[in-house]
């Protein structure tokens, strides 16, 4: 086990997570220190299994899940170097995601915690993608951006393909909700449109390397939503609408549309939509930081369009590297060493919820009876 | 040796401890709770009124299907998770094998049968030991999920006396009794539920033949494919059907 960072040891003993995440088409289990280093951070894809169905099947998720699940967490607790007696918690994803998938998870994390006489804190899914910006050593010791946690307060997007919110943070535990989707998610819409295009299955990464191939985004002029005025929410589903306008037109037409373009003016549109609103979000609270977070915030129109026009105006952006925006378990261990070191608990009654709200919330959301 | 038995494969939430010949503790429930907010603390509470440290455990055994997806997996991963954590096996235990051994002395055909929805019951036929035969229980044939109409076919090649139990037999006892006559028998209502002890006990009698399977190695009995698996094959099939026709 050489080779790693000075970071890894000069953290302290006794603040290692076990963090397992399930709430979609990810097994993944990680083992994070100090809510910062990933000392092991593993990611079974079933993306291979879901392909030729165009999308995750629930069933098909659940079952393999279980079939990764103890093979992924022997990994990590192998690669880490960590006995279970090191272990200060066991940290777990309780939603939202997809049920059937979320359970197996938590099932899993809460025998697991049991069988070792280890705490149980249950995370919620949104959270940890927040938290991915917070791990700043790699699991091979390399230190992540400018090796510091963000600071306090400030501005959070989370876009992905179940979630497109924009959340005011002022410290751990402590958030307020300033707007959010009122019809598709970010990537929800992006999935949409590949599918329009012709694009496979998963659609948001190869709609960005569509775009990329030279893509002019200013090609079709594609509508921005327009909500009342003030509101700091999103609204995703008329912008898809024209796309599929303008391939149904073509088609009529007899015309080729150059899908690397739509793909282009489509991604631009959208990174559009979600830095309006993120900048408003910023003049309203005064917030100066800015931390995007989630599937989307890999997305390299997002990433482009956001840096210019933030840094612009003076506000300062941050994202995780692209595989910690993915689903993983590492930001699980993050987000959970947090509510841990905050004293949050939760109980062998811990369910999984599809829906696990994530709002104006306090730490105290997911603790169990 | 002590085993704990998880039984999640119905609606009934049930665990037990046993040892060679007792049960130590067992807790059934069908409430309102779901089986994942009922099961851990119910393994807590038996551990605690047996006073059995968790350490002392020889083995896990669980309830593997057929039954519910979701349940079998929420008893799956309950028994992975407490069999990796704690280093022991992880017996998977056919639930209908556990359900038939609440009857095992009887000198007949058994046939625990479980609502499988979509009009099909998950069903297996035994041949029970009367208690002088001193052999186990044994099964005839594989685990199926059927119609009614197709598992009577089944039965009436055997022309002899069938003992029922199960879930299934509030919706189906009554189409059963209409085509057997004299030759069906019920269990009544309290001896026809799965139980978390036969788990726990058909656990502990592999464990004490030798058998010690990992945590990994424990699987589900699905018995039937996700539904999307089986459009994507009968898609699969039609393409071949088109495929062959025209190359003909
Ligand atoms: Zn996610």
Redesign the pocket.
């Known amino acids: 086990m050489s080779g790693r960072g000075a970071a890894t040891a000069t953290a302290t003993a006794g603040d290692l997570i076990l963090a397992i995440e399930t ?2 088409d990810e097994t993944a289990a990680a083992v994070v220190q100090g809510g910062k280093v990933i000392r092991a951070n593993v990611v079974a894809s079933q993306v291979d299994l879901h392909r030729r169905f165009g999308g995750v099947v629930p069933e098909i998720a659940s079952r393999r899940h279980l079939e990764l699940s103890i093979p992924v967490v022997d990994e990590a607790l192998e690669r880490a170097g960590a006995a279970p007696a090191d272990l200060a918690a066991v940290a777990v994803t309780a939603g939202p995601g997809l049920v059937g998938a979320l359970l197996v998870g938590v099932s899993l994390a809460k025998s697991l915690a049991f069988g070792w006489g280890k705490p149980l804190v249950g995370v919620n ?1 949104l959270e940890g ?1 927040i938290y991915a910006n917070f791990l700043t050593v790699d699991e091979d010791g390399q230190v992540i951006g400018d090796g510091r946690p963000p600071e306090f307060p400030f501005l959070c997007l989370v876009v ?3 979630h497109s919110d924009l959340i005011y943070i002022e410290g751990h535990g402590r958030r307020r909700s300033l707007g959010r989707t009122r019809d598709d998610a970010a990537g929800e819409a992006f999935d949409k449109v590949a599918r329009a295009i012709g694009l496979g299955y998963p659609g948001g990464p190869l709609l960005d390397a569509l775009a990329r191939e030279g893509g002019d985004p200013l090609a079709f002029d594609l509508p921005r939503a327009r909500l009342e005025a003030g509101s700091l929410d999103f609204s995703f589903s008329g912008l898809k609408t024209a796309v599929v306008h303008v391939l149904e037109r073509a088609a009529l037409a007899g015309e080729e549309v150059d899908r690397a373009d739509l793909a282009a003016s489509f991604s631009q549109a959208v990174a559009d939509a979600l830095v309006d609103k993120t900048l408003a979000a910023a003049r309203v609270t005064g917030a100066s930081r800015i931390v995007l977070a ?2 989307v915030a890999a997305n390299s129109t997002l990433r482009r369009t956001m840096l210019e026009r933030a840094e612009a105006g003076g506000l300062t952006v941050r994202f995780p590297p692209l595989k910690l925006c993915t ?1 993983n378990a590492a930001m699980i261990g993050a987000a959970g060493y947090f509510r841990y070191a905050a004293g949050s608990r939760s109980g062998l009654d811990l369910n999984a919820d599809p829906n696990l709200a994530f709002g104006d919330q306090a730490v105290e959301e997911c603790r169990g009876s | 040796m002590i085993v704990l038995g998880l039984e999640t494969a119905t609606n009934v939430c049930g665990v037990a401890l046993v040892d060679d010949d007792r049960v130590l503790a067992e807790f059934s429930t069908a409430g309102r709770l779901t089986h994942s907010q009922r099961l851990m603390p119910l393994v807590e509470q038996a551990l605690g009124e047996a006073g059995i440290d968790r350490g002392r455990l020889d083995g896990i055994a669980v309830s593997a299907g057929p039954g519910s997806f979701t349940g079998l997996r929420i008893g799956l991963a309950t028994a992975k998770g407490l069999g990796y954590a704690l280093d022991r096996p992880v017996l998977a235990v056919p639930t209908l094998d556990a359900l038939a051994f609440n009857v095992w002395a009887w000198p007949g055909l058994i046939c625990p049968l479980l609502d499988a929805r979509k009009d099909q019951v998950y069903a297996a036929l035994y041949r029970g030991s009367p208690p002088t035969g001193g052999r186990s229980l044994r099964r005839l044939g594989g685990y199926w999920a059927m119609d009614l109409g197709a598992l009577l076919e089944r039965l009436s090649a055997f022309n002899e006396a069938v003992l029922f139990l199960g879930d299934a037999l509030p919706r189906y006892g009554p189409g059963i009794a209409e085509r057997l006559g004299a030759k069906a028998h019920f269990v009544p209502v309290s001896g026809r539920f799965p139980r978390a002890a036969a788990v726990a006990e058909l656990g502990l009698r592999r464990l004490a033949a030798g058998r010690r399977p990992g945590a990994a190695e424990a699987r589900p009995i699905y018995v039937r494919q996700s539904e999307a698996e089986v459009k994507a094959r009968a898609r699969a099939r039609a393409r071949r059907a088109a495929t062959n026709d025209g190359s003909r």
């Open positions: 709430s979609c899914h993608h992905s393909g179940g989630g599937g689903d």
